[in-house]
């Protein structure tokens, strides 16, 4: 069955960084475009980074554009978010996403990973 784990989250000051990292299975990784979410507490889950399954094109929302990165390893099964000059606004729980066709269309979560943004 798909599983996707995410990990590399924790507490970090204004300006800092971080790097999460999401090890898939289950699923042909190469084959299937990642995503990256979060949700901070009392908002709906937001959809941050984005990137094709060959890892060659990635989209961004506006509020991380040019300060994180998302990347692949199709080799280790691996999506990665690189979370530079991080600002308060960005703590919540990021969570790994893919999408896949099986009779319908469904997508499968990781358990999440906190990122606490704070002085």
């Known amino acids: 069955q798909v599983q996707l784990v995410e990990s590399g989250g924790g507490l970090v000051q204004p300006g800092g960084s971080l790097r999460l990292s999401c090890a898939a299975s289950?699923?042909?990784?190469?084959?299937?475009?990642m995503k990256w979410y979060r949700q901070a507490p009392g908002k709906e889950r937001e959809l941050v980074a984005t990137?094709?399954?060959?890892?060659?094109?990635?989209t961004y929302a506006g509020s991380v554009k040019g300060r994180f990165t998302i990347s692949r390893d199709n080799a280790k099964n691996t999506v990665s978010l690189q979370m530079n000059s991080l600002k308060p606004e960005d703590t919540a729980v990021y969570f790994c996403n893919v999408r896949r066709w099986d009779t319908v269309w469904s997508d499968y979560w990781g358990q999440g990973t906190q990122v606490t943004v704070s002085s």
């Open positions: 990137i094709n399954s060959a890892g060659t094109i990635t």
């Open positions: 289950g699923f042909t990784f190469s084959s299937h475009a």
